[in-house]
């Protein structure tokens, strides 16, 4: 079990990490704790990510839209006010943005694949 106390987040006064895609750019404001990421990320307009990725996320698309495809072909449009869930390597995606977004994007270890016990 993980213990985070209250606190408030004000995220004007956290960093801004600039990643570049595979096209266009996207900015990261992180917050660390035991066992969490919590990030605001933008993405830029013509935004494709330059990795599939297989970490388990929650999303939750503050402004704009974005594309979620899966490197199986399969593709999934979020627009202000959706979210998608999956934990760790349960599917290969990548994100594409046209005219950019802002998503709150939430991961850790509560999403990795649980072992059954016998």
Known sequence: MHTIPFQTIDWSSVE??????????????????????????????????DHWCKKGHIVYCLEGEFESEFQNGEKFMLSKGMSYIVSD??????????????????????????????
């Open 89 to 118: 390597e349960l599917s290969s995606h990548r994100s594409i943005s046209r005219d950019g977004v802002k998503l709150l994007i939430i991961d850790g270890d509560f999403l990795k694949p649980q072992m059954a016990t016998p």
């Open 16 to 49: 801004k990490a600039e990643h570049k895609g595979e096209t266009g750019t996207s900015f990261w404001q992180t917050i660390l704790l035991d066992g969490l990421r919590i990030r605001l990320v933008e993405y830029s307009a013509n935004y494709l990510a």
